[in-house]
């Protein structure tokens, strides 16, 4: 519930009915890693310097995608189980902004490394989700749709889900100006009362989609498919898929296609 999932998205996630623990909460799939990682800091009180806190894990997710209807119920745009590279960030208030913007571009990066074409889109106030104060959709390029489909979202939801799990930090102390010039009787600065800092969470890139728009827009007339070169070193230097059989399945680098 603090991050917001419960109890307005619960027909979206899958409910464990039987995980037999005695005097348990509901237990659910895990829907994005947002969740736990938010909620390793949860009633805590942390102290300025902690702050910016940033976190990332790749987890599968599990979406029941309750409403979804069509063809994208079949194959890899909308999936059940899926992974998905989770960015979540602690900040204060004031620096609120400035680390959504940077998030932003971390997930844009990716798809600039990838040669993707896509679009940034600053959600209105009516398309806002439950908690968030302020969203980015990072939509990318489908030829097969002729159409831009989201590949990563990624808010500032503000100090809602902080107040929610009680998470809370202190600010740092502001140094008090001396009088008389008398340092020896100078009083310390008085402890700041504990604020509730904001968060940040988003995708990295939904990996089945970033897959089907890789294959998409790398695709060749012969039927091939161009790989960026981001991704030569991880497919043993394979830049070029072909279909099976033909006179070269795959070309590595250094080998035209």
Known sequence: EGTGQLPKFEEDLFKIAN?????AEDAFLLPTAEVPLTNLKRGE???ASELPMRLTACTPCFRAEAGSYGRDVRGLVRQHQF???ELVKIVAPDAATDEHEATVEDAERLLRALDLPYRKVLLCAGDLGFSARICYDLEVWLPSQQAYREISSI?????FQARRMGLRYRPKATPQPSTG???????PPPKPKPQYPATINGSGLAVGRALVAVLENGQQPDGSVRLPDVLAPYMRGLTVLRPPGSEAEGDTAGTQG
């Not at 010039?181 to 009083?187: P, R, V």
């Open 19 to 23: 995980h037999q623990i005695k005097g």
């Open 45 to 47: 009180l942390l102290e």
């Open 83 to 85: 992974h998905k590279v």
């Open 155 to 159: 808010s500032l939801v503000g100090d």
């Open 181 to 187: 010039g008398d340092k020896k009787n100078a009083k």
